[in-house]
């Protein structure tokens, strides 16, 4: 049951976007209230599985306490469409909804592989000038190598790197980036990129014992390297795929940054 504190459960409707690939979204907008912003989600599954149904309660449960209609994609999945299929879809749905937005705080953001995807349709917004306050970052994996000690602590934690290579092998092949058909690099992760400048400021979160702990961390660093504010949450406790927990504390925070990225003072969130 949704506390008085969050609203009434968002309304949720199915929209099939136009295009050469049609790209199917689910709108979930809070309800007896005017969103604070639009958040387009990527969901996760190795880039293979998952849809926006399957999340669909991790998704209301976001617009429900951030206040932000949250507006997630059924992105073409891997094997059968490879990078960059996925970052296109999501490049869609970024493109309707700031159409949508008429003034209003736009986001882009992703759990796990959505997460990887949601970052590097940032880049290739920061590259077509579309304004974004945020990327939102669920636990996303960054390394095809999966090479940093966080992936090797325990053989038993998930994703194990063994299987997370070849997810990344499934949806990346054997190229690193793609050219878009109005000539917008699209990176496959945003290790690729040459820089991070001018991209959204970024929201991240993870857990302290997820294998992908020390690729967020990475991240963060190279983004302020490259000036842009980052800030990472570290909820104790939370696990790979937390959002799909229904007392995920992982997704509080998230809403939490959320609201405060339309306060009065959002640099306290994003220093």
Same mark, same amino acid.
């Given at each position: 049951?949704?506390?008085?504190?969050?609203?009434?459960?968002?309304?949720?409707?199915?929209?099939?976007?136009?295009?050469?690939?049609?790209?199917?979204?689910?709108?979930?907008?809070?309800?007896?209230?005017?969103? +604070?912003?639009?958040?387009?989600?990527?969901?996760?599954? !190795? &880039?293979?599985?998952?849809?926006?149904?399957?999340?669909?309660?991790? #998704? #209301?449960?976001?617009?429900?306490? !951030?206040? &932000?209609?949250?507006? !997630? *994609?059924?992105?073409?999945?891997?094997?059968?469409?490879?990078?960059?299929?996925?970052?296109?879809? *999501?490049?869609? +749905?970024?493109? &309707? =909804?700031?159409?949508?937005?008429?003034?209003?705080?736009?986001?882009?953001?992703?759990?796990?592989?959505?997460?990887?995807? +949601?970052?590097?349709?940032?880049?290739? +917004?920061?590259?077509?000038?579309?304004?974004?306050? =945020?990327?939102?970052?669920?636990?996303?994996?960054?390394?095809?190598?999966?090479?940093?000690?966080?992936?090797?602590?325990?053989?038993?934690?998930?994703?194990?790197? *063994?299987?997370?290579?070849?997810?990344?092998?499934? &949806?990346?092949?054997?190229?690193?980036?793609?050219?878009?058909?109005?000539?917008?690099?699209?990176? !496959?992760?945003?290790?690729?990129?040459?820089?991070?400048?001018?991209?959204?400021?970024?929201?991240? =979160?993870?857990?302290?014992?997820?294998?992908?702990?020390?690729?967020?961390?990475?991240? =963060?660093?190279?983004?302020?390297?490259?000036?842009?504010?980052?800030?990472?949450?570290?909820?104790?406790?939370?696990?790979?795929?937390?959002?799909?927990?229904?007392?995920?504390?992982?997704?509080?925070?998230?809403?939490?940054?959320?609201?405060?990225?339309?306060?009065?003072?959002?640099?306290?969130?994003?220093?």
């Amino acid at each position: 049951m949704m506390s008085t504190v969050e609203g009434r459960a968002p309304s949720c409707h199915r929209l099939v976007l136009p295009g050469t690939s049609p790209v199917p979204i689910q709108v979930h907008a809070p309800e007896g209230r005017t969103p +604070a912003g639009l958040l387009v989600w990527a969901h996760g599954g !190795s &880039w293979q599985r998952g849809s926006a149904a399957e999340w669909r309660h991790a #998704t #209301t449960a976001l617009a429900a306490r !951030s206040g &932000w209609t949250v507006i !997630s *994609v059924d992105y073409r999945l891997a094997p059968r469409h490879r990078h960059p299929r996925a970052v296109q879809d *999501v490049l869609t +749905a970024l493109a &309707w =909804a700031h159409g949508e937005a008429a003034g209003s705080p736009l986001a882009v953001g992703g759990d796990s592989a959505g997460g990887t995807l +949601a970052a590097c349709a940032a880049l290739a +917004a920061r590259d077509r000038g579309l304004p974004l306050v =945020a990327q939102v970052l669920a636990y996303p994996p960054f390394d095809p190598a999966c090479a940093s000690p966080s992936y090797h602590r325990s053989p038993f934690a998930f994703p194990q790197a *063994v299987l997370l290579r070849q997810a990344w092998r499934a &949806w990346r092949g054997d190229g690193g980036s793609a050219v878009d058909h109005d000539g917008t690099r699209l990176y !496959s992760t945003p290790w690729d990129a040459p820089s991070l400048a001018g991209v959204a400021p970024a929201v991240l =979160a993870v857990g302290r014992d997820d294998p992908v702990h020390d690729d967020v961390e990475t991240y =963060a660093r190279r983004l302020r390297e490259d000036g842009v504010p980052a800030r990472i949450h570290r909820p104790p406790g939370a696990v790979h795929g937390d959002v799909l927990r229904p007392d995920s504390l992982l997704l509080h925070r998230l809403a939490r940054a959320l609201r405060a990225l339309v306060a009065p003072d959002h640099r306290k969130d994003l220093p």
